[in-house]
């Protein structure tokens, strides 16, 4: 697989306010929290009303906490037992998709319910929702209703749904809501073209999984969107070695981002990127590209290339040097960040450059980190 060529045909359809954000992976309480944080964070940012971002924010919760409900666990190490979500926005389209392992003996129950909701207008979801809350209460089975109905009343569109067998005992529960903003008519009909089907999802969790992919980002790489995306990452592994470290290099990956990137257009205040974390068996691989002006693509390189050539101890030597000479005030230009990705990986940055046009590139880095030290 070309990684590099992969991240920019991801990449290239991103425009201001577009965001999309994919986690393959267990999912707990304290990570449904953290992601639904970094989702708060960038609709405060956009240009929505409050009282929409309200209800996309409402809804987004209801369908993290639907995998919590329906998720079940399999021994089979072949069953893919990951949970998958999704929080895209284009154009003038929020879409929340989430896919999940459920007990094939739920199927039948949870199509029933999803046919009676998407079957029912307005009023009726209305009317349902009451009766839901007046005879379950809060229990689960109650609250798995619930949620559902929810999502369909708020969101204004049917729930797409697709349940995949995965074996005599499992399946896999695919579920993706669409939200319009409140824009005018002509703009709604202008973004047709944007939906994310669900045959997309099915298409996502199934790549996520061939490349052992746990974690994509495209969009703005603001410093709201750097912590948050460090804080999933905390909620996502156990405390070890090997999470500080890659804690470490994913700091330095991103403001490398925030730090170089340029857009195609010259649009004021946005920082757009792209980033993935694969874990193996034996390492994980980050990899981050951004658009970057030609006259600083080669330069960037030529210091990759120069620290490559370098050990542990030249490395640090140089590390010093630059945070000991009082002369030094421009830290993008010294490549303090690579440095120290260098000396916390112990492996080779790989780089790519890919021409966009005439004055703009595409720089991707990739690097490694070995569980084992």
């Known amino acids: 697989m070309n990684q590099s060529l992969d991240l920019y045909n991801h990449f290239i359809d991103i425009e201001k306010n577009d965001m999309e954000y994919i986690y393959r992976g267990e999912i ?10 970094f989702a708060k964070s960038n609709l405060a940012q956009a240009e929505d009303t409050r009282k929409l971002r309200s209800r996309i924010y409402y ?56 046919e009676l909701i998407n079957h029912l207008d307005p009023s009726e979801l209305k009317e349902l929702s009451r009766e839901t809350r007046t005879t379950t209460g809060l229990t689960d089975k109650g609250g798995a209703s619930l949620g559902l109905i929810e999502m369909a009343k708020r969101s204004g569109n049917k729930l797409e749904y697709q349940i995949k067998p995965v074996d005599d005992e499992f399946s896999y529960f695919y579920l993706t809501t669409e939200i319009e903003t409140e824009s005018e008519e002509s703009e709604k009909n202008s973004a047709s073209n944007t939906e994310y089907p669900i045959q997309r999802l099915i298409e996502d969790h199934e790549s996520f999984s061939k490349n052992n992919l746990t974690l994509s980002f495209k969009g703005d790489f603001n410093q709201e969107n750097l912590l948050s995306l460090l804080s999933i990452l905390k909620s996502g592994m156990s405390e070890t070695s090997t999470r500080i470290k ?42 981050a590209g951004n658009y ?32 000991l000479n009082p002369e030094v005030n421009n830290p993008v230009s010294t490549g303090l960040g690579f440095i120290d990705i260098r000396r916390k990986t112990g492996t080779q940055i790989e780089y790519s450059i890919i021409n966009v046009n005439d004055k703009t590139d595409f720089f991707t880095v990739k690097t490694t980190i070995n569980k084992k030290d």
């Open 292 to 323: 970057i002006r030609k006259e600083h693509s080669r330069p960037i390189a030529d210091r990759i290339d120069r620290l490559n050539k370098m050990d542990y101890k030249q490395l640090t030597k140089e590390y010093n040097a630059i945070l």
């Open 246 to 287: 890659l804690y470490g290099v994913m700091v330095e990956l991103l403001q490398n981002i925030v730090k170089h990137a340029d857009n195609i257009d010259n649009t004021k205040d946005w920082k757009a990127g792209v980033f993935y974390i694969c874990e193996y068996e034996e390492k994980f691989a980050l990899l």
């Open 28 to 37: 707990t309480p304290v990570l449904v929290m953290d992601i639904l944080d």
């Open 59 to 114: 809804i987004m919760g209801e369908g993290l906490q639907n995998i919590t409900r329906h998720q079940a666990e399999s021994s089979d190490k072949d069953n893919d037992k990951e949970a998958i979500i999704v929080i895209h926005k284009k154009a003038h389209k929020y879409i929340i998709a989430t896919g999940n392992l459920m007990l094939k003996a739920e199927e039948k129950a949870l199509r029933a319910k999803l």
